[in-house]
Each structure stands twice: as structure tokens, then as C-alpha cells.
């Protein structure tokens, strides 16, 4: 009877949230990630090449999922379809595709809510997970977060459970878990040998394995510890060849030469190095493959870039941001059952979870690119396991009404999960003034724009300075004004160079690096002093057509 009910409610949050991820994705436009992944995605279909992915460090296996409807959608037309100009009709269908990553996701939530909590912590995780509006906005999309979630919970099931048990439960499995995570995003590679570390260390501790004898010398001690890891250390390396080779393998190699080898090789000092290296780079026929995009993601995380935080721009990444955007981003529900059960159970966080919970938010001072939260969600899901599992006796009803009232916040949130923000640091309205890129605006905001110019626009011109790549910012009502790069002088250039007409501008452009050209600080300067005349929930409209615009205090 345990077992249908736990199957029901699976199935009743999965109806739900799949339903809630088609509609809200019907709402939304592309973002910024979209068009790309798309175009890579059926390039890689058609040629068997994975280059345009590998060179911007995406890993293959989410952008292959989605595309491959399309793909085969395409083989009964007579052409196929083009990525940008069709991006209307084929976008809703790599969004649903990534709906299988999502159940996945679903699913090793309560599998592993049920392994360390039972039946109810079980159930728990899984409405957490199911009802999180972040979650659910991502889903919605044709991205790669949700996927790196799913197969992470997975890697953390196998692993958990293979311990102790023959090779292939113990070793290959969690090998291919490990694999699958790498291939879903660069990060799996990170987040999963973090997870087999953990893992290993905490069933070692459990068996009491790492406690050396009564009285070694601190040494010797030391010595025990090291001697005791010795199988773990082997079954860890043995998975990460498995994990390694399986993503090699899928991600193929189009046997070719890679013309950024080729030029650096190409401008070396003259000398014995530039002479062996020349015919290496003109010879050597194994890119792209894999590596060439875990190189590009580790390069990526070691360079960083600057970040915007509760309405300042650091040009640098800062330790706080993880932490503070955590705790803007996660329903309330969900966050005041973690505290709670941190502070009233924290000896139920004592499991495999739990300690990777601490790893994950330790590691994250150390995340150098903080656009999103996005790249947290793997701990925001082990943590909602883990107050799930520590939910016991009368917080059990306590957890079942944070799962309802978590609810009803994804259900108030529709269609803007992507842009939720809890309310305990103000109106979730004017999140953008807190956090930019993928926590707010990505570039999904069009299709709203379009249905604002409809009913209020008439025949007046439209210009938008946006923020995104979707492609239907190329067409009307739409003229795309980049104002950063616009020879502005002064803010009163502007109604001149928009049109006179109104002026939508995508919050992202106008907060975060506001002096990233010259012009982006004058144009954001002279827009900030002057009042919108209409909203939506990622522009701000401005009437252009009174030659003065008015400045606010100026009246």
C-alpha cells in the first residue's frame, strides 16, 4: 500500500510540474543559452560533429536529448528546418524533450528521500524538489541545469548504495553515473568526484575504518587513516576511468586539427619548441572531443568574471555571493525547514547528503562564475533530501505544510520561476535590483514585450536595448538599439537615435556592469533619472517622443 501511494504522489508532482514547465514555456522566449544549444544540437545530428559545443565548453548529452525529436521531426519534411528562423516552432519542442531529465531528476529525489528518511522523507524531497519554482523555470527550458541536477542525485543514489557491495554496483556503476553527470555539464566532472570523496569518507567513518587504534601517535594515526582509504582510493580511480572513458567515447572526435593550436603554435619564438610543435599542431587529428570542453569550463571557472550583487557591480567574484543568493532564491518553506531541522535534528544530516551538502556550499566561496544560482542546484536539492530525511515526528507535519505552501508559491510564481525570489529580501518584483543574468533576466522576456506593444503601442516605433539572443528581436515590431555601442556623448542623444518613440530596455542591460563601455554608462545614467511610463517583467519602457524627457527631480 506504501508503495502506490509513494507511486501516486510521484506521478501527482510530476503531472503537475510537467504541466506547470509546458505552459510556463509557452510564455517565455529564448534565452540567452537557447539558440545556441539548438543550432549545436542539430548541427551535431546532422554532421556528427560535436565542434560548435566543445568550443564553448558544453557538454553534449542535454543539448542531444533535446534536439533529437527535432532531428528526427525533420527527416519526414522536405527540408530541414533552419535554427533561428524556425526557432518559434522548434524551441517548444527541445524545452518538452528536457521534461526527461526533469522525471529523472523527480525520481532519485524520493529514492533517496525514502534512503534516509523512510517512506515520508520519501515524499518530502520529492514535493521539495517538484514545487521549487527555481527548478521548475528551469525545466521549462531547453538548458542543461536541470539535467546536471538529475544525473547528480543519480551518482549519489548509486554510490551510496554500491558501497560495499561487488565491482560492478561499488565500481562500474557509479563509474557510468560519474560519466553521465561530466556529460550532462563540465561541472559533473567537479560536483561527482566531490560525491565519490565524500561518499567513500563517510562509509569508511561509519564502519569506524578511519579510527586508529587507542593510543597512535599522531603519525601513526595518520598512517592508519591513509592505509584504511586504500581500496577507496583504487575503486575511486577505477570509476573515474569508467566515467572518463564513457564521456570520451560518447562525445566522439571529428579527427581533425584545431586551428587555435595551430595559430599558437604557429607564433611560438623561433626555436627548437616552434619546431616540433608546428608539423604536432598541423598533424595532430583528434579535436574536438570532450577534453577540449572540460578545458574550456575549467578555464572559465579559474578566470571568472564580474558579478552583480544586491545593486553593486563587483569586477571581481565575491565569497558572499552563493550564500546571499541562496538564501534570496529558495522558498521560504524549504529554507525555514532546512534551518530547522538544522538546528532541532542536526544529527539526521549525519549522512552521505548531509556531508555533501557542507562540501557543496564550501566549494561554492570557491565558484568563480556567479550568474545564476543555477549552478548551486545540486546543493539546493541534497539539502531538501536532507531537511526531508530530518523531518521526524511532530516536524513530519511541519514539512508536510512547507511542501504545500511551496505549492502554491510555484503555482504564484507561473510562468516567472526563472526570476522567483522569496520576499525576505523585499519585493520579489524588483529582484533584478538584487541579482542579474539567469537569476532574473536571461533574454526570455519578448514574447511579453511583443503582447505590451500590441495593446499600447499603435504605430509608434518600438527600440529595444536588450539583453539576449533570442531571434526575434531581428523582426517587428522590434528595432534593436544597442546603446552600448551607440557614440552617445550625452543621454540627450538618445530619443534622437531610438526613433522618438518608446524605448524598451531589459533590466539586465540596464543594471549590472553599467560601465562596460562608455556608452552603456552614459545611456544607463541618463535612462536611471527618468521615470518608465509601462513595465513588463523584464523591460522598462520609456516614452521617447517629448524632446525634453524630463528628468525625475527635476520637476
Known amino acids: 500500500m506504501k508503495r502506490w501511494a509513494d507511486i501516486l504522489w510521484l506521478l501527482l508532482v510530476g503531472l503537475y510540474s510537467s504541466a506547470w514547465c509546458v505552459t510556463a514555456a509557452a510564455q517565455l522566449g529564448a534565452t540567452f543559452d537557447e539558440p545556441h544549444h539548438l543550432n549545436a544540437g542539430l548541427t551535431a545530428w546532422r554532421t556528427g560533429s560535436n565542434k560548435l559545443l566543445m568550443s564553448a565548453g558544453c557538454m553534449p548529452l542535454p543539448v542531444d536529448v533535446q534536439t533529437l525529436p527535432i532531428y528526427l521531426w525533420e527527416q519526414f519534411r522536405p527540408e530541414p528546418f533552419h535554427q533561428y528562423q524556425d526557432i518559434a516552432t522548434i524551441l517548444p519542442v527541445a524545452r518538452a524533450a528536457n521534461l526527461v531529465f526533469w522525471w529523472v531528476f523527480l525520481v532519485y529525489a524520493m529514492r533517496l528521500g525514502r534512503t534516509w528518511g523512510g517512506a515520508w522523507g520519501g515524499r518530502f524531497a520529492v514535493g521539495l524538489v517538484g514545487f521549487d519554482p527555481n527548478f521548475l523555470g528551469h525545466a521549462a527550458l531547453a538548458t542543461t541545469d536541470i539535467s546536471i541536477a538529475a544525473t547528480m542525485l543519480a551518482l549519489v543514489y548509486h554510490t ?20 553521465l553527470a561530466t556529460l550532462a555539464k563540465a561541472s559533473g566532472m567537479v560536483f561527482g568526484g566531490q560525491a565519490f570523496l565524500v561518499i567513500g569518507v563517510w562509509h569508511l567513518a561509519k564502519t569506524g575504518a578511519l579510527t586508529p587504534p587507542p593510543g597512535s601517535s599522531w603519525r601513526a594515526a595518520a ?20 566515467g572518463f572513458t564513457l564521456v570520451f567515447a560518447y562525445t566522439g572526435c571529428d579527427w581533425g586539427v584545431e586551428p587555435t593550436f595551430v595559430t599558437w603554435a604557429a607564433r611560438l619564438p623561433d626555436g627548437p619548441v616552434k619546431d616540433a610543435l608546428v608539423p604536432v599542431s598541423t598533424n595532430l587529428r583528434v579535436f574536438p572531443n570532450a577534453g577540449e ?61 548531509g556531508w555533501l551538502a557542507l562540501v557543496l556550499l564550501l566549494f561554492s566561496f570557491n565558484c568563480r562564475v556567479q550568474i545564476g544560482v543555477r549552478f548551486m542546484f545540486t546543493l539546493m536539492a541534497v539539502s531538501y533530501v536532507c531537511a526531508a530525511c530530518a523531518s521526524r515526528g511532530w516536524l513530519r507535519w511541519f514539512a508536510a505544510g512547507c511542501v504545500i505552501v511551496t505549492a ?18 523585499g519585493d520579489p518584483e524588483q529582484g533584478y535590483t538584487r541579482l542579474h543574468d539567469s537569476n532574473y533576466d536571461w533574454g526570455q522576456g519578448l514574447p511579453e514585450l511583443k503582447a505590451w506593444y500590441a495593446a499600447n503601442g499603435g504605430d509608434r ?51 549590472g556592469d553599467r560601465a562596460i563601455t562608455p556608452s552603456s554608462r552614459v545611456a544607463s545614467d541618463w535612462l536611471l533619472a527618468r521615470e518608465p511610463v509601462a513595465r513588463t517583467h523584464t523591460f522598462l519602457i520609456y516614452d521617447l517622443s517629448n524632446s525634453k524627457s524630463e528628468a525625475r527631480n527635476s520637476k
Do not use: C
Open 160 to 179: 551510496h548504495h554500491g558501497a560495499g557491495r561487488g565491482w560492478w554496483p561499488r565500481v562500474f556503476v557509479p563509474g557510468v553515473g560519474f560519466g
Open 223 to 242: 598512517a592508519h587513516v591513509w592505509h584504511a582509504g586504500y581500496g577507496l582510493r583504487k575503486d575511486i580511480a577505477a570509476s573515474l576511468l569508467i
Open 293 to 353: 570542453a572540460l578545458v574550456q569550463q575549467i578555464k572559465h571557472n579559474m578566470r571568472g568574471h564580474g558579478t552583480y550583487l544586491l545593486g553593486e557591480w563587483h569586477h571581481r567574484a565575491t565569497v558572499a555571493y552563493f550564500p546571499v543568493a541562496l538564501s534570496m532564491k529558495t522558498p521560504l518553506p524549504a529554507l525555514l525547514l532546512i534551518l530547522l531541522t538544522l538546528v532541532l535534528r542536526p544529527r539526521a544530516w549525519n549522512t552521505p547528503a
Open 408 to 425: 502554491a508559491v510555484s503555482a504564484a510564481a507561473w510562468p516567472h520561476g526563472l526570476s522567483y525570489f522569496n520576499r525576505l529580501w
Open 461 to 511: 516605433p518600438l527600440a529595444v536595448w536588450y539583453y539576449g539572443t533570442d531571434p526575434a528581436i531581428l523582426y517587428p515590431p522590434f528595432k534593436l538599439t544597442h546603446l552600448s555601442f551607440a557614440p552617445l556623448a550625452t543621454g540627450d542623444e538618445i530619443p534622437d537615435l531610438a526613433g522618438r518613440g518608446y524605448l524598451a530596455v531589459s533590466v539586465s542591460a540596464l543594471y
